[in-house]
């Protein structure tokens, strides 16, 4: 593991490595063949940053009108389950076409009295996620390991208090792509905002029953008419990268708007939102915090008993070309500008266990694989480890495919599908 992660994080950088190993694996559990890649692709149309569902009325004789709602939009029936488009984080506005949600905006503060501007996402406390309309995320119980977590107090104003952990959104993003047609790894990565080591999104309240949020800080040590760009136009020297606005009310709270990533879960185009990374190059592309105390959660053991992490599959070298219907990964994101369209385990409503915490296992296609002509957007979880399984997707430049020791904090936030 040590080595792989070694390896992981010198492609992220840049770096040289000299492993050029190439694995071959005996085909495994034959959940999804590789012809899924060749044939499901079609059916999403890609507009904007995102890849969302065609309207049903595509290649009928009657217009849009015509047709009734999506099932998981129908009432009076399980409709979570159903086919169609379903809003997962409810605490907020979202707005599909542009990928953002307006999501309430809280004000705590550090035991010193500097403020502390944070959302919400998800929590541990499955009554009070239903309520809010947070995602409940159970397996964050099990990530209250080392500095993973932080603690809170509720004050009697509700505003919580942290014992400590400062975000430094000073510093400028800066994304260098790599010379073509390899644009990843990128020649430089700067994150636009650095955690100190105490920092975590996570946070557990000492006197509320000792239930863990997922709470991003987005501003921090600032007064609400220094951040107040109700309309955009955000100085992210003051707020998180992802904000693209956000508006203070006067009494300690407001809205935060939130740019999101699209990718795919079990098949179906979803929405979250990444906030924070362990690993700074990370934090850079992804446009997040980079929080080191993340990489105190143990990865490597998804789904495993304890496990607080799910799994996130980034592709290092996807078919590359903005009109590109199979365009994916992150040489593609860092040539065009639009999201990696990357693969994620289970989300709500989906599989049962979901987590915030995204351990990154970083996929390349091989060169045979390539030669070959089979690389394609992949959109599934087995359907990708199925090409592992059959040796044509390896970790960078050959590794063996696995956890790369970095995790990512993305909320899920919608699902399109």
């Given at each position: 593991?040590?080595?792989?992660?070694?390896?992981?994080?010198?492609?992220?950088?840049?770096?040289?490595?000299?492993?050029?190993?190439?694995?071959?694996?005996?085909?495994?559990?034959?959940?999804?063949?590789?012809?899924?890649?060749?044939?499901?692709?079609?059916?999403?149309?890609?507009?904007?940053?995102?890849?969302?569902?065609?309207?049903?009325?595509?290649?009928?004789?009657?217009?849009?009108?015509?047709?009734?709602?999506?099932?998981?939009?129908?009432?009076?029936?399980?409709?979570?389950?159903?086919?169609?488009?379903?809003?997962?984080?409810?605490?907020?506005?979202?707005?599909?076409?542009?990928?953002?949600?307006?999501?309430?905006?809280?004000?705590?503060?550090?035991?010193?009295?500097r403020s502390v501007w944070f959302i919400l996402t998800d929590t541990t406390d499955q009554p009070n996620a239903q309520?809010?309309?947070?995602?409940?995320?159970?397996?964050?119980?099990?990530?209250?390991?080392?500095?993973?977590?932080?603690?809170?107090?509720?004050?009697?104003?509700?505003?919580?208090?942290?014992?400590?952990?400062?975000?430094?959104?000073?510093?400028?993003?800066?994304?260098?792509?790599?010379?073509?047609?390899?644009?990843?790894?990128?020649?430089?990565?700067?994150?636009?905002?650095?955690?100190?080591?105490?920092?975590?999104?996570?946070?557990?309240?000492?006197?509320?029953?000792?239930?863990?949020?997922?709470?991003?800080?987005?501003?921090?040590?600032?007064?609400?008419?220094?951040?107040?760009?109700?309309?955009?136009?955000?100085?992210?020297?003051?707020?998180?990268?992802?904000?693209?606005?956000?508006?203070?009310?006067?009494?300690?709270?407001?809205?935060?708007?939130?740019?999101?990533?699209?990718?795919?879960?079990?098949?179906?185009?979803?929405?979250?939102?990444?906030?924070?990374?362990?690993?700074?190059?990370?934090?850079?592309?992804d446009a997040g915090t980079f929080a080191p105390a993340l990489g105190d959660v143990q990865v490597g053991r998804d789904d495993s008993a304890f496990s607080a992490v799910e799994r996130l599959f980034p592709i290092?070298?996807?078919?590359?070309?903005?009109?590109?219907?199979?365009?994916?990964?992150?040489?593609?994101?860092?040539?065009?500008?639009?999201?990696?369209?990357?693969?994620?385990?289970?989300?709500?409503?989906?599989?049962?266990?979901?987590?915030?915490?995204?351990?990154?296992?970083?996929?390349?296609?091989?060169?045979?694989?390539?030669?070959?002509?089979?690389?394609?957007?992949?959109?599934?979880?087995?359907?990708?480890?199925?090409?592992?399984?059959?040796?044509?997707?390896?970790?960078?430049?050959?590794?063996?495919?696995?956890?790369?020791?970095?995790?990512?904090?993305?909320?899920?936030?919608?699902?399109?599908?």
């Amino acid at each position: 593991m040590g080595n792989l992660r070694a390896r992981t994080k010198k492609a992220l950088r840049g770096g040289p490595t000299r492993d050029k190993r190439l694995v071959g694996r005996v085909a495994g559990a034959m959940a999804i063949g590789f012809l899924l890649s060749q044939i499901v692709f079609p059916s999403f149309a890609q507009t904007g940053d995102g890849v969302t569902p065609p309207d049903p009325s595509v290649g009928a004789d009657v217009p849009l009108s015509y047709f009734g709602p999506m099932p998981s939009e129908t009432l009076g029936m399980d409709q979570e389950r159903l086919v169609g488009p379903l809003q997962l984080l409810r605490s907020g506005r979202l707005d599909e076409k542009k990928g953002t949600i307006e999501l309430p905006l809280y004000r705590g503060q550090l035991r010193d009295g500097r403020s502390v501007w944070f959302i919400l996402t998800d929590t541990t406390d499955q009554p009070n996620a239903q309520a809010l309309g947070l995602n409940h995320a159970a397996k964050l119980a099990y990530s209250d390991v080392g500095d993973a977590v932080r603690e809170g107090h509720l004050e009697a104003d509700t505003s919580i208090t942290f014992d400590a952990g400062t975000v430094d959104f000073g510093p400028q993003r800066t994304i260098v792509p790599g010379a073509a047609p390899n644009f990843f790894p990128p020649k430089t990565a700067r994150p636009g905002s650095v955690a100190d080591a105490a920092y975590s999104p996570l946070v557990r309240l000492d006197n509320a029953g000792g239930h863990i949020y997922n709470a991003p800080m987005v501003a921090f040590d600032v007064k609400e008419d220094q951040i107040r760009f109700c309309k955009g136009g955000v100085d992210h020297s003051l707020v998180h990268d992802r904000v693209v606005r956000i508006c203070p009310d006067g009494n300690g709270g407001g809205t935060a708007t939130i740019d999101l990533t699209t990718i795919f879960s079990f098949a179906k185009p979803s929405q979250y939102m990444s906030t924070e990374a362990s690993d700074p190059v990370v934090a850079a592309l992804d446009a997040g915090t980079f929080a080191p105390a993340l990489g105190d959660v143990q990865v490597g053991r998804d789904d495993s008993a304890f496990s607080a992490v799910e799994r996130l599959f980034p592709i290092a070298n996807g078919p590359t070309g903005k009109n590109n219907p199979q365009r994916q990964g992150l040489s593609s994101a860092l040539a065009d500008g639009l999201d990696p369209l990357s693969v994620i385990g289970g989300l709500p409503t989906v599989a049962l266990d979901y987590s915030p915490l995204w351990d990154l296992n970083l996929a390349e296609w091989t060169p045979e694989a390539i030669r070959r002509g089979y690389r394609a957007r992949v959109i599934d979880e087995f359907q990708l480890l199925e090409l592992v399984s059959r040796g044509w997707i390896t970790g960078p430049e050959g590794a063996d495919f696995g956890s790369t020791g970095i995790v990512v904090n993305c909320p899920i936030v919608t699902r399109l599908l």
